[in-house]
């Protein structure tokens, strides 16, 4: 059977084909299979260079110091760590978040709601975007924590965080970014952003799943408590046998994200102009988010676009649409039929929200592809507007 075209880079990513091979040798008898904790032979030094080679590597990327990558399981456990993790050593408090947080982020502060801190959901704007001033004004003496996302997962939409970063440091509060969708995507320089606490996943970025980073300023590691305990790994941060394949995976994909960033961007961002010109002179069809006065703003990232379909289901898109691989809100929650939070948080209404598909580009997708995806698109929507006429 013809596999559908792959359009959801924003739920996940292939690992890149040199990844692939880099992991592969970490893990046979021929390999670096060794503990990177063993002090006593070989295998283990051999494991820990090829760990410190990926510290740098993933430091390289985002402009911190390798003593501030903390090895985790993927982009949940990261914020998990870092926002009960602060809250544990404060003991109580307040916290400033978005409405529109991945669920490990949101999932964390209703959890901590019920230990008793607690937590202001601060609502984007209708086109995707949290202000400064918003995080300014939701400050109280007591707050010990803003959260805030860089790229929003179902939108695309790049938030303010230099600004939201200065408010945070004014105001002595720390600062915690999930940046998962942003890594590889748009430059990252934790040398003038002022953020103390910033989460990783592998898979976003040609890397495999499972796999993760916390980047904790080297000054306020003291002021988290970590979560997962035996045997002090990572700087007593987050215990367990470092996965070195893993690692040695996600190092290089950050290398390459850092080589080719720029390449990147410019080829996601051409197929995501050549979808746009095709699909949306269609009737109907609507962008969310990202859009001021008719025009897409620049504070987007390139791969991810989130259209509506006026007065069709996306349960009835997904199925018109069977050759492409795409998705309505995000795969986290994609298991629920309610219509995607996100997207209510702009404002949208439930139809609005359940007409609403996320396309998503990336490093391996062709013109071809893009052009057989507009396509499938226009007919497959006008197809279903007729049925809904009769
Ligand atoms: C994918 C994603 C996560 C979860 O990352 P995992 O590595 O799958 O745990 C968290 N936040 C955002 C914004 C994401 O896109």
Request: glycine share 8%; proline share 3%.
């Given at each position: 059977?013809?596999?559908?075209i792959y359009?959801?880079?924003a739920?996940t ?10 992991m ?7 390999g670096?299979?060794?503990n990177p904790?063993s ?5 283990g030094?051999?494991a820990?260079e ?13 402009g911190a ?17 870092a926002i009960k993790?602060?809250a544990e050593?404060?003991g109580k408090g ?6 529109f ?6 999932d ?11 937590v202001t959901?601060?609502k ?6 949290i ?6 004004s939701?400050?109280?003496?007591d707050t ?16 303010p ?8 440091s ?17 430059p990252?320089?934790?040398n003038t ?7 990783f996943?592998?898979?976003k970025i040609?890397a ?9 300023r ?8 970590a ?10 941060l987050?215990?367990?046998?470092l ?10 994909a ?9 390449a ?16 949306c ?14 025009k897409?703003?620049?504070?987007m990232v ?11 289901d ?12 795409i ?14 939070y ?6 949208l ?8 598909l ?5 490093r391996?997708t062709t013109m071809d592809e893009v052009?057989t995806?507009i ?8 197809r ?7």
């Amino acid at each position: 059977m013809k596999q559908p075209i792959y359009l959801d880079y924003a739920a996940t990513t292939p690992a890149d084909p040199a990844v692939v091979k880099a992991m592969m040798e970490c893990l046979g008898a021929e390999g670096h299979f060794g503990n990177p904790a063993s002090r006593s032979h070989r295998f283990g030094w051999q494991a820990e260079e090829l760990v410190d080679i990926a510290r740098n590597q993933v430091a390289d990327l985002i402009g911190a110091d390798p003593r501030e990558i903390i090895w985790t399981s993927g982009a949940t456990e990261s914020d998990n760590l870092a926002i009960k993790g602060i809250a544990e050593a404060n003991g109580k408090g307040h916290i400033i978040t978005s409405a529109f947080e991945h669920k490990a982020v949101l999932d964390c502060c209703v959890y901590l709601e019920n230990k008793g801190f607690q937590v202001t959901y601060l609502k984007p704007s209708a086109n995707g975007f949290i202000s400064a001033q918003q995080v300014e004004s939701a400050i109280q003496n007591d707050t010990i924590l803003i959260t805030i996302m860089m790229v929003n997962n179902e939108l695309g939409s790049i938030q303010p965080i230099a600004e939201i970063g200065e408010v945070a440091s004014k105001n002595n509060i720390l600062f915690h970014v999930d940046a998962a969708q942003a890594a590889g995507k748009i430059p990252i320089d934790l040398n003038t952003l002022k953020v103390d606490f910033m989460s990783f996943s592998a898979h976003k970025i040609y890397a495999p799943k499972g796999m993760g980073v916390l980047y904790a300023r080297i000054n306020q590691q003291p002021n988290i408590t970590a979560q997962i305990h035996g045997g002090g790994h990572e700087r007593g941060l987050r215990s367990g046998t470092l996965a070195t394949h893993q690692i040695v995976g996600m190092g290089l994909a950050f290398e390459i994200a850092r080589k080719e960033l720029q390449a990147n961007d410019q080829h996601v961002f051409e197929c995501k102009q050549l979808f746009m010109q095709g699909v949306c002179d269609i009737k109907g069809i609507s962008v969310n988010a990202g859009i001021e006065g008719h025009k897409t703003t620049e504070k987007m990232v390139a791969g991810i676009i989130n259209l509506q379909f006026e007065g069709v289901d996306s349960e009835m898109l997904i199925m018109a649409f069977k050759d492409l691989a795409i998705s309505s809100g995000s795969a986290c929650t994609s298991a629920s039929v309610e219509p995607s939070y996100v997207l209510k948080t702009l404002g949208l209404s439930d139809l609005a929200s359940h007409s609403s598909l996320r396309f998503s580009f990336g490093r391996f997708t062709t013109m071809d592809e893009v052009k057989t995806a507009i396509e499938v698109v226009k007919n497959g929507y006008q197809r279903l507007k007729e049925l809904s006429v009769n």
